[in-house]
């Protein structure tokens, strides 16, 4: 099982809860957990999480 896939997408929103909102339909399509690394005007990294990875770090 992977522990992190990093991809940059690009996404045309005004502001950071605009990334968000896109950050928070992403994550309910995918049995993983999505977050936004940082924050540009049109494009963030995100991060996908594996289960595994979450339990090792807690």
């Known amino acids: ?5 990093r991809w940059r997408c ?3 929103v005004a502001d ?3 990334a968000e909102r896109v ?5 309910r399509l995918l049995p993983h ?3 936004i690394e940082s924050y ?3 494009a963030f990294p995100l991060r ?3 289960p595994a990875s ?3 770090e807690a």
């Open 33 to 35: 957990t999505v977050e």
């Open 23 to 27: 950050v928070g339909r992403v994550e």
């Open 1 to 5: 099982m992977f522990e992190t896939i």
């Open 48 to 50: 996908l999480l594996s």
């Open 10 to 12: 690009s996404a045309h």
């Open 54 to 56: 979450r339990r090792t």
């Open 16 to 18: 950071r809860r605009g």
């Open 40 to 42: 540009e005007r049109y």
